[in-house]
């Protein structure tokens, strides 16, 4: 089991960037999958991006050459890089973890066991 927790969420100008991070417990970080989505009050939590066991990373079309995930297994940390936000982005944005990608994608909700409280990001015009 994992526990996360996200931060780094705060507000910003349309263009601008920010870098979430989520911080995993446990000494079994390095095996699971990770991913990244984001959701707005009424609406599904829609994915942004996926990284692998192997570093392999994923993107949504709408992020993607602009965002960048990353992983740190020695400080059991997931980062999202953010850049030339949008104010459609703002979202409250959740990191997630799971021993194995049950659609081999990592792109969909119930590929993940376990998720983070969420940061919230605002991205005023």
């Known amino acids: 089991q994992v526990q996360l927790v996200e931060s780094g969420g705060g507000l910003v100008q349309a263009g601008g960037s920010l870098r979430l991070s989520c911080a995993g417990s446990g000494r079994t970080f390095s095996t699971y999958y990770m991913g990244w989505f984001r959701q707005t009050p009424g609406k599904e939590r829609q994915f942004v991006a996926a990284i692998s066991l192997a570093g392999r990373t994923d993107y949504a079309d709408s992020v993607r050459g602009r965002f960048a995930i990353s992983r740190d297994n020695a400080k059991n940390t997931v980062y999202l890089e953010m850049n030339s936000l949008k104010p459609e982005e703002t979202a409250n944005y959740y990191c997630?973890?799971?021993?194995?990608?049950?659609?081999?994608?990592?792109?969909?909700?119930?590929?993940?066991?376990?998720w983070g409280q969420g940061t919230q990001v605002t991205v005023s015009s």
């Open positions: 997630a973890a799971a021993p194995s990608w049950r659609d081999g994608t990592g792109r969909l909700v119930r590929d993940y066991n376990y």
